[in-house]
Each structure stands twice: as C-alpha cells, then as structure tokens.
C-alpha cells in the first residue's frame, strides 16, 4: 500500500458545486496532516492543516478519520480560483516527524 | 518578507554536463529540504537537512546526485553527469516546525 493515496481525477465540477477529494494513508502512527494546493507550473503551497477530527476555513473543510486512515477536503460554492491540484500531505516520511510525504495530487477544474 | 529563492528558474542543458541548483531558505528556519516533480512521479524528497546537517538521502536517486549546505541560509544540488531521464521540476522547500514553505522551483530540461 502507498504511504498516502488519492484519486488523482480529473474533478470537473461548475462553478458554485460542492466537491470532496478522499485521501488515505498507511502510517496509523501519524498525528496531523495537511492539505497543499498546487497551481499549474507554481509551486505548492499550504492550504489547510488537520489536527484533529477536521477544522473549516471559510469554504473549505477538512475531516480526518483515523480508524480509517482516512482525510477529506470539501470545498464549497466552489470558485474558477480553485482550480488546482489539491495534495493530500502526511508527516513522517521514512521516521523523521520533519518529513512530509506528498500524495500525487487530485487535479480540480471548475468550469464557468 | 522574502519567501524561499532558488536559481536558476530554467534550465536547459545537453546530456553529460553537469548542473548546480542553488536553493536560499527563508531566514530562521531550520529545516530544508530538496524535492523533485514529474507528471509520472509526483513529488519526491530527495534530500532533507537539519541545522545544515543532511538527515535523510534516501531519496537520492544516484551517486550523480549530490546536495550540500555549508550554512544556514544556502544549500545546492548537483547532478554530474546529467541524463534526459532527470528532466523534472525541482523545488526546494524550508520550515521551522511542520509547514514546509516551497521556493518557485527549477525547471530541468537535459537534452
């Protein structure tokens, strides 16, 4: 299994959809996680971090399910803006809490 | 506040020459890593430093590759001799605590 998995899309969803993107991943020992957002030829950037079950940010919410192993993003009304390749992100790498290992992205187009 | 500076911001260079990427953290954090990105392999750590101390090269993919940190505010890396297959993007990130703060990346192209 990956360390960290998520369906890769494309999400093509109109403008003002709700969507979700899942991620799971294997290191049960992993105690937060973040979500990044990349643009297209930009590098990535933060976006939200899960510390607990899940916090909200304005539109975006992010929930964790540890018995699952499991992350979510939901956006809403979304916006031409988050078109983006979202990054499921989780601690730990090879052992070092410093290291972040990157799920390889689920690509959003929102359309007009 | 100045984010993290890489140069150059491209790079295209013929096969067997040998490339330097230079990579400037942001000013206080002490952690700084190497990544590399291709469509087929998404983002790959390559190497990560500690208070310029290297602590994981595992991802490395070659002895072609190399990556130093002299000081705090400056780290490169190498790859002599250079191959088409290293063709990628690659970033350099820095963090003080967990938020790993990306520079705008170098653009590799090997012909």
């Known amino acids: 299994r990956k360390e960290v998995e998520q369906d890769p899309g494309p999400f093509n969803v109109p403008e003002g959809a709700t969507v979700a993107f899942n991620c799971t991943y294997s290191n049960s020992a992993s105690q937060s996680f973040f979500w990044y957002r990349q643009d297209c030829r930009k590098e990535p950037k933060l976006l939200m971090s899960v510390y607990s079950s899940g916090n909200e940010d304005g539109r975006f919410t992010a929930q964790l399910n540890r018995a699952s192993q499991y992350i979510s993003l939901l956006i809403r009304d979304s916006k031409l803006s988050d078109s983006a390749t979202y990054l499921c992100?989780?601690?730990?790498?090879?052992?070092?809490?410093?290291?972040?290992?990157f799920g390889s992205g689920t690509q959003l187009t929102v359309l007009p | 506040d100045a984010g993290v500076i890489q140069s150059p911001r491209h790079e295209v260079t013929e096969m067997g020459q040998e490339v330097t990427l230079r990579c400037k953290p942001i000013s206080g954090h002490n952690s700084l890593f190497w990544y590399r990105q291709t469509m087929m392999r998404g983002l790959e750590l390559l190497i990560y430093f500690n208070n310029n101390v290297p602590i994981d090269d595992s991802g490395m993919p070659e002895d072609r590759f190399s990556a130093k940190m002299p000081n705090a505010s400056f780290s490169t890396l190498k790859i002599q001799p250079s191959e088409p297959r290293d063709s990628a993007v690659y970033f350099c990130a820095s963090s003080l605590g967990r938020d790993q703060h990306f520079g705008d990346g170098t653009r590799l192209s090997i012909l």
């Open positions: 992100v989780v601690p730990g790498g090879s052992g070092s809490a410093r290291q972040l290992t």
